[in-house]
């Protein structure tokens, strides 16, 4: 069956190390997205993908940088991990023209 | 952007008793928003969406309810049952034709046996 997942789904890290977490699907939607989710804030979007070689930032961009290498993948780096970055990433993926998202399982990153 | 505000942000209901969630949003051209419910330690699931050229959308026990004159659009669960507890997000799409969602802070409704 076709699916989204996402690697790690958990990880700790320290200050300062570059963090990169996988998300993959295999529906061929053309739209990507990630969003972290921190309580009181619900989901803020960090980057989006409407296709191969495009990238967007979203509302919480800094500090983070994505990649479209292909339709299946947007892999999500963390530059130089932050506390401030410890949160819950979800991943997301869309149809063009249907707005409709489906989500990975998430994945929880806590920076030391 | 769009701005999408979501109330209230805590909500417990006896079992059997309807549970109403209400958002507004800032974008007058946003044209779809969806609810998405997420049990703990899950991930958002769709559980029901409403265009802009529709003011009410029913699917057994939820519908969702749409003004766009006001901006706002509702959540309505009735005959909650215990697994009906978890946080629910409403959603706007924003400008037309973009693809993204802004998500409103999401609502943690109990539903007490």
């Known amino acids: 069956d076709a699916e989204i997942t996402q690697s790690p789904r958990h990880k700790i890290t320290e200050t300062g190390r570059q963090v990169t977490l996988a998300c993959h699907q295999t529906w061929n939607h053309n739209n990507m997205f990630w969003y972290r989710q921190d309580l009181g804030h619900g989901l803020r979007l960090i980057h989006y993908?409407?296709?191969?070689?495009?990238?967007n930032k979203g509302e919480v961009s800094d500090g983070y940088s994505v990649s479209r290498s292909n339709t299946e993948d947007l892999p999500l780096t963390l530059e130089s991990a932050a506390s401030s970055q410890t949160s819950v990433y979800f991943c997301?993926?869309?149809?063009?023209?249907?707005?409709?998202?489906?989500f990975g399982p998430g994945t929880r990153l806590l920076v030391l | 952007g769009e701005n999408v505000e979501q109330h209230p942000s805590t909500l417990s209901v006896q079992e059997g008793d309807s549970a109403v969630i209400k958002c507004t949003y800032s974008d007058s051209a946003s044209n779809y928003f969806p609810w998405y419910k997420q049990e703990l330690g899950k991930r958002p699931q769709l559980i029901i969406d409403?265009?802009?050229?529709?003011g009410e959308k029913k699917d057994q026990r939820i519908a969702v309810t749409l003004n766009k004159t006001a901006k706002h659009f509702s959540l309505h669960i009735t005959e909650t049952q215990p697994e009906d507890s978890a946080v629910y997000f409403c959603a706007a799409s924003g400008q037309t034709g973009a693809n993204n969602l802004f998500f409103g802070t999401g609502t943690r409704l109990t539903v007490i046996p």
């Open positions: 409403i265009r802009s050229n529709v």
């Open positions: 997301a993926s869309s149809d063009p023209g249907q707005e409709t998202q489906y």
């Open positions: 993908s409407y296709g191969v070689h495009d990238t």
